[in-house]
């Protein structure tokens, strides 16, 4: 017998609207004590008692902010999920809840809207919020994601952006850097794959970057770290336009300026060397790579000695009086203003 | 002197995104007392006390759910709030908060993104509702809006779905199908100026459908209205794909059948006139036109002393036990079983 390796392409349109929300959305439960009602009707019914609500929200256009040609869609309902949350976690708080609205232009059959929301419901579960409401509907191009996480916190547990002092030490989780050079791989196969499209590339000097770029991590660790250390951040952000981007929005909202060490940054020992096979200058991208979704935080000067050592956390600067400006001071002891400039400017070195 | 009738186009990218971000939202100011802090950090931060949290959101795509032809953008951004807090208010709770996320493609200077925000801005403004959060991106194609909104109610004032019993009464608020006959007029307006761009379009006979169309109202004041007659409806639902598709929600949820009577339907002498004009039954569209946004819920026999002859309520029909199915009564006394077609379906008959 021949199988039929054709896959299976179910037109949205059979289902109809509300068969494809029913559909979609049969496999999320509800786990949050805070979720008293979830999908089914006009809007959700949430209980926080005594904690506080924190939301958050964002827009994900292909063609803007993903490409299908190397972001399988299941990684990318992942990701849609995990960037939101990651919001949620740079306020110190507990994401809880999520909704999810999906528009698809009609060449996106069943089938890959049920890749996209196996991702979505990995995530969910993975980081224990539940999918409460959302919206399904038709795009005239392309796909479009719109998220709003909601997490709890207790009102002291809040870490804003504002809180910031001079002398406060600069601190970031995790590596910098390898999500955009992740990004750059894959880009450099879309164009080899354009070329010949029979080519097998070989990954495997590339795996940390492509998974930090295809399946990154939201820091929810990250709270629960700093409170069995006893340490309130001052000021708080998540990395997703860029670290130095990011020191900017934490300076400007807590009027003080910031010294960053160019030999403090953490990066991957992959990293350097793709940046060295690429010819760009590593430190240029853990500056100003984004979608790292680490998170960067200050703490109090009498802080130093809990932080100090531990391998979740890297000094990496300090803050100064807002009139000494940002700078970063290279490994040759020269200090250079910082600009924002996001992950786009890299390519214009 | 000669004036320059042009008007100004200032390119998106000259203020770079979080200068647009700064623009579009630096007239937002917070006055719900539940909003701790607003745009401006990873995420907002809410305080409910012992309220319940309502969360819906909605997904807006250009082509899909609105045409630039006919629709101003003030509209455009007025329309997208109210509808979303029509679902909140379709809980019977009280809206609080929006977020809105934009995308746009680079077709739309700042001159239009300004009078989309001035509709949102207005649309806030006019329901009490802060402006929290939201996502500014570019898309490929087109205008893309999504909006979260949330709101607050005691526990025990929350109306579900789900609570229909056999024998409630069936009522709605204000009149049906006006919105669809005045998009059909705008409609035609748009054939007409596409074959001649300089026919003047007298609108004057048509005044009411198209206000219905283009600048929709959510129904806040009935959640007052039922507290001082002290009714609880015991399901609810707002009235956004028709009255039909609605009503078989209603009665799914609640597992209760229906008999809606056609000379009970509140429908508006302009909107009878309008469809003898267009040669279609009215009936049809006030049963399934949608984007109505008034409220459809249902209510104890015993409160129907209260309400009765209340002008902002109508009674159209009463549930009956599942098994006897979900009837249009019509005038002729005969039963016919209703359809969840949705307004598409109007243009088939």
Redesign the interface.
Same mark, same amino acid.
Request: charged residues 25%; aromatic residues 4%; hydrophobic residues 40%.
């Given at each position: 017998m021949i199988e039929d390796k054709t896959p299976q392409r179910t037109s949205i349109a059979q289902l109809g609207?509300?068969g494809l929300i029913d559909h979609l959305t049969k496999n999320f439960g509800i786990n949050q004590p805070s979720t008293?009602?979830g999908i089914?009707?006009?809007?959700?019914?949430?209980?926080?008692?005594?904690k506080?609500?924190?939301? *958050?929200?964002?827009?994900l256009?292909?063609?803007?902010?993903f490409d299908l040609a190397y972001m399988p869609l299941k990684h990318l309902g992942y990701k849609a999920v995990v960037v939101n949350i990651s919001?949620?976690c740079?306020?110190n708080?507990k994401a809880t809840?999520i909704?999810v609205?999906?528009?698809v232009s009609n060449r996106f059959p069943l089938e890959a809207l049920d890749e996209l929301f196996a991702g979505i419901t990995h995530a969910a579960n993975e980081y224990k919020v539940d999918v409460?409401?959302?919206?399904t509907?038709?795009?005239?191009?392309?796909l479009?994601i *719109?998220i709003?996480?909601?997490?709890e916190a207790d009102?002291e547990e809040?870490v804003?952006?504002?809180g910031a002092k001079q002398t406060d030490l600069l601190v970031v989780t995790g590596d910098l850097g390898a999500a955009y050079m992740g990004l750059q791989v894959l880009e450099r196969e879309k164009q080899v794959f354009q070329v010949n499209p029979n080519s097998q590339p070989d990954l495997d000097a590339y795996t940390y970057l492509i998974e930090r770029q295809l399946k990154p991590e939201a820091r929810k660790d990250v709270r629960t770290l700093l409170h069995a250390l006893q340490i309130k951040p001052t000021s708080?952000?998540?990395i997703s336009d860029g670290l130095s981007s990011e020191i900017m929005h934490l300076c400007k909202?807590s009027k003080v300026g910031c010294n960053l060490y160019e030999d403090k940054l953490p990066i991957d020992p992959q990293f350097i060397n793709v940046c060295e096979e690429f010819n760009i200058d590593s430190t240029t991208v853990a500056i100003n790579g984004g979608e790292d979704y680490e998170l960067l935080f200050t703490i109090a000067m009498e802080d130093f000695e809990k932080i100090k050592g531990n391998p979740n956390f890297t000094i990496i600067g300090h803050m100064t009086q807002e009139s000494e400006g940002i700078h970063l001071v290279t490994r040759a002891n020269t200090r250079i203003a910082l600009k924002?400039r996001?992950w786009d400017a890299i390519r214009e070195e």
């Open positions: 609207e509300f008293l009602k089914g009707d006009d809007a959700a019914v949430l209980d926080f008692k005594d506080k609500v924190v939301i *958050s929200t964002d827009l256009i292909e063609g803007v902010h919001d949620i740079a306020m708080a809840q909704t609205s999906v528009a409460i409401g959302g919206d509907t038709s795009s005239q191009k392309g479009i *719109s709003t996480a909601i997490g009102e809040i804003y952006r504002n708080m952000i998540d909202q924002a996001g």
